[in-house]
């Protein structure tokens, strides 16, 4: 039997940023709110510890991110990876993200 481990983390400092000032946050989708069957308005997720962050794409369009997609994750609780920058009391997504999956550490024979 094969487990799958998840890295799931609160707020780190992410460095693509071109100012230092973008952050990334990794958790399942808790829920989002759609704006067409294109884009969404915006998804607040969870981290592993319980920490829920709302994210606001802002008029952006993320193409890999539809609404369907975004609820695919919410339902199967995929993680995600999302980089964000702070705006006054927003958070503003620029990338998002299937978070990454660590595959089984193996030794030995099966």
Sequence with gaps: MAVVVVALGGCDRAPE???GDHFSFTGTIHS?????LLEFESIAVASESGDVLDFFADGRRFEEFTPAHVR????LGDPVEVTYRESGDRLIIVSLRDAFVEP?????SP
Aim: aromatic share 6%; hydrophobic share 30%.
């Design 32 to 36: 989002f709110e759609a704006e067409s």
């Design 72 to 75: 695919e994750h919410m339902v």
């Design 17 to 19: 940023g071109p100012m």
């Design 104 to 108: 089984p550490e193996t030794s030995g």
